[in-house]
């Protein structure tokens, strides 16, 4: 019997037809000889919005580097001769007064990165720029609006969303606008949301997912202000060889869940570009599945050997072995990034994470003995947890101290968690559900959806004791702080001779994490405010949560 895709039937489409050929011929050829922006086209301004969740100790480059959706998007329409800017507000005390007064500087076309944890923000923003210019079109992209387009569209003021991957979509967007031909083009353009004349939502068939990753350009990271400030652009990135997943787990949304990798040629081209152009020293591979396919891992790793890097990837335990690891380990991987998510039997079963303690330990042993540290990624609060797996996860943890992140079960949009979490009433609206995540900071104080239906402090306790169980993140050195960074939880225990023999004694006793400030505003979004009395009551009593504490001056 077939499998059942769990996600949206549309995001597993090809694009593979003549108008996308064409796009994806034009972006190939203008990555090789880009066009010369031209002053008569539209000026399109793409705003990165903030997140606020917190990375752990030597992990908080992640939260400043340039990544691979916004740069791409940029890039392609650099390429192509449209006056580009990328507007950053992911750390700026009040990012929507800076974006909105970025954008009205010079925008004719706004562009918007959705996140799971950015709708508040995101539908704010839209709103100031609808109300003093109104003739700015507004286009969304991103995980966001992907997963719950028509939510996404009723309830903002986006004009046009980019469901799945966007290069191509954004470029037939935009040269159909420069010529003023929307009106007629829009209900033929593949893959998006848009208004019609009488303000109705209309769905145009999906575009799918681009065949051929080589058309993809090499990223313009000048793109991104990082590059005008004093101190340039940091030298770690997030980037790809990749995109999709062959697993299909309940609790992760992806956007393209076929998988679709690069050539080794041209991953080693798109390396060269960034060590020679930007001087990248450590690269975040963020592909799903790094290591999925033992042959293409192998080659993968040949390529970027050459080229004198460090880097972290993520992968599945089921995907290691003596020959990937020594691969890995010789082509400078710093630390593999595991989802372990639980080491529950049951828990993993309804997770469908493929996965089980005896392969989580096997591939904890290959990659200690290959001489890599081995990152353990933890959820707390799944479905079927019980207070024995969940301790199990603590032992594990503190064991081997080995934890690089844990966090509460969030129900992403998009996925069979949300789903349940919809039909089971623990999310009283979608809006309020969308509002109530971009409170969420990755620390244990976080409010959470208890769907587990284990005690709140029973969650809590293990949490924090997981978290105590940090290791070090592979950035100890990270020179680009912001001005604006809050850091959180200091812990004078060093864990492991491992750790202290990386990272130095006292290596987190000033912060355990590091994050953006909250926006102002996110104490309305706390569950108490957005949820359900009796859901507030099991997950958010016990301690208030950084949003909370924004309403009373903490």
Request: aromatic residues 10%; glycine residues 6%; proline residues 6%.
């Amino acid at each position: 019997m077939a499998r059942k895709l769990s996600l949206a039937l549309e995001l597993y489409a090809d694009a593979n037809g003549g108008v996308d050929h064409r796009y994806i011929e034009q972006m190939r050829n203008q990555d090789t000889e880009p066009v010369p922006t031209d002053p008569t086209l539209p000026r399109f301004t793409l705003i990165v919005g903030p997140s606020p969740f917190t990375m752990p100790r030597g992990w908080e480059f992640f939260l400043t580097s340039p990544y691979e959706g916004a740069t791409y998007i940029s890039t392609v329409l650099h390429n192509a001769g449209y006056p580009v800017r990328i507007i950053d507000v992911r750390y700026t005390p009040n990012p929507l007064q800076a974006a909105y007064e970025q954008i009205i500087e010079g925008t004719d076309v706004l562009g918007i990165c959705t996140f799971e944890d950015n709708f508040p923000f995101c539908r704010t923003l839209m709103a100031m720029v609808r109300e003093t210019h109104p003739d700015i079109p507004i286009i969304c992209g991103g995980s966001l609006v992907t997963s719950v387009p028509s939510i996404f569209m009723s309830a903002t003021d986006c004009d046009i969303a980019v469901i799945s991957e966007g290069e191509i979509t954004i470029l037939e967007l935009m040269e159909s606008y420069s010529r003023g031909s929307w009106k007629l083009d829009l209900p033929t353009i593949k893959g998006i949301c848009y208004r019609d004349e009488k303000g109705n939502t209309r769905r145009t068939p999906p575009r799918g997912q681009m065949m051929d990753l080589d058309a993809l350009p090499r990223m313009r990271l000048d793109l991104w202000p990082q590059s005008r400030s004093p101190l340039g652009m940091q030298p770690q990135v997030i980037s790809s060889y990749s995109r999709g997943c062959k697993m299909d787990c309940s609790f992760c949304y992806r956007t393209t869940p076929q998988v679709r990798a690069k050539s080794p040629e041209k991953m080693d081209r798109d390396l060269d570009w960034l060590k020679t152009q930007y001087g990248v020293d450590f690269c975040f591979f963020v592909d799903l599945t790094f290591s999925s396919h033992r042959g293409q891992t192998l080659e993968m790793c040949d390529v970027i050997s050459q080229h004198d890097l460090r880097w972290t990837c993520l992968t599945r335990c089921a995907d290691m072995d003596v020959p990937r690891i020594n691969a890995m380990r010789d082509a400078g991987a710093d630390i593999i990034l595991y989802g372990v998510e639980s080491l529950g039997r049951e828990v993993l079963r309804e997770a469908r994470k493929g996965s089980s303690e005896n392969l989580t330990v096997r591939a904890m042993r290959t990659t200690f003995d290959g001489g890599v540290r081995f990152g353990s990624l933890l959820i707390v609060g799944l479905p079927n947890e019980t207070e024995e797996s969940l301790s199990d996860m603590v032992q594990f943890a503190e064991q081997y101290n080995h934890v690089t992140r844990v966090k509460y079960l969030s129900a992403m949009p998009g996925t069979t968690v949300y789903q349940d979490a919809v039909r089971n009433k623990m999310i009283r609206t979608e809006i309020d559900h969308l509002n109530w995540l971009s409170v969420e900071q990755a620390l244990h104080e976080d409010e959470f959806l208890n769907v587990s239906g284990l005690p709140e402090q029973v969650c809590r306790d293990a949490y924090k004791r997981v978290y105590d169980a940090y290791q070090p993140g592979p950035v100890m050195d990270f020179k680009h702080w912001p001005e604006h960074f809050q850091y959180f939880h200091p812990q004078p225990a060093d864990g492991t001779e491992r750790s202290t023999s990386y990272a130095g004694t006292r290596w987190r006793a000033e912060w355990s994490s590091a994050a953006a400030p909250l926006v102002p505003g996110s104490e309305r979004y706390t569950l108490d405010k957005v949820a359900d009395p009796e859901v507030a009551a099991v997950g958010s009593t016990l301690m208030d949560c950084g949003a909370k504490k924004l309403s009373v001056g903490v």
